[in-house]
């Protein structure tokens, strides 16, 4: 099973920046797909962005998209996340969560998650 670890979080103005990182402990990261996913106080965990394991394919919730960019580094076993223009609205928990196979949109087809790194925008 492969273990994720977030980091990157803080609190940031709007329209302002950050980069998240999430590292695996797997070799098979390389051969899994990697998504991002945030949750904020009161809603239901939801789909931000989503790598294919080769990274040449991407996939972005409509919200984030053109404001939010997902890489891979698999000789590192890291996925990234990108956030430009940050708005109140993207305050939430982020996780990455890793699954083999295609990416998917929605929680209930990944098993392995990482704990959460906090992002806070202030207005």
């Known amino acids: 099973q492969v273990q994720l670890v977030e980091s990157g979080g803080g609190l940031v103005q709007a329209g302002g920046s950050l980069r998240l990182s999430c590292a695996a402990s797997e070799r098979t990261f390389s051969t899994s797909s990697l998504a991002w996913f945030r949750q904020a106080p009161g809603k239901e965990r939801e789909f931000v962005a989503g790598?294919?394991?080769?990274?040449?394919?991407?996939y972005y919730a409509d919200s984030v998209k053109g404001r939010f960019t997902i890489s891979r580094d698999n000789a590192k076993n890291t996925v990234y996340l990108q956030l430009n223009s940050l708005k109140p609205e993207d305050t939430a928990v982020y996780y990455c969560?890793?699954?083999?196979?295609?990416?998917?949109?929605?929680?209930?087809?990944?098993?392995?998650w990482g704990q959460g790194t906090q992002v806070t925008v202030s207005s």
């Open positions: 790598i294919s394991w080769s990274g040449g394919r991407t």
């Open positions: 969560a890793a699954r083999p196979g295609v990416v998917e949109r929605v929680t209930f087809r990944y098993d392995n």
